[in-house]
């Protein structure tokens, strides 16, 4: 069963960078769709990059020029580097993956989450 470890969450200011990881120890992660979402306090959870088994990506369009998502598969990762952070990109973010193309996946694998707060 796949499981996905988040990491790199924190506190930064306005403007600043974090790089989130995460790793399945498991299955090849070239055999999904894995994307990050976020949820803030009071809010839904919101899409935030997804990137297919053929290295497509899509993004919601606040965090487009300031958010990549990428994955490793050597090393089963999928990272989303994130700067010119913004306090409305405070949430807890959590990497899913889900067989299939992005589109039309479902996904039925998630992480712990791992908490991003944006100062000013």
């Known amino acids: 069963q796949v499981h996905l470890d988040e990491s790199g969450g924190g506190s930064v200011q306005t403007g600043g960078s974090l790089t989130l990881s995460c790793k399945d120890s498991?299955?090849?992660?070239?055999?999904?769709?894995l994307a990050w979402f976020r949820q803030a306090p009071g809010k839904e959870r919101e899409k935030v990059a997804t990137v297919d088994s053929d290295g497509s990506t899509k993004y919601t369009d606040s965090v487009k020029g300031r958010f990549t998502i990428s994955q490793d598969n050597a090393k089963n990762t999928l990272y989303l580097q994130m700067t010119v952070l913004k306090p409305e990109d405070t949430a807890m973010y959590y990497c899913?993956?889900?067989?299939?193309?992005?589109?039309?996946?479902?996904?039925?694998?998630w992480g712990q989450g791992t908490q991003v707060t944006v100062s000013s």
């Open positions: 899913a993956a889900g067989l299939g193309y992005c589109v039309v996946t479902k996904f039925a694998y």
């Open positions: 498991t299955y090849p992660f070239s055999d999904y769709c």
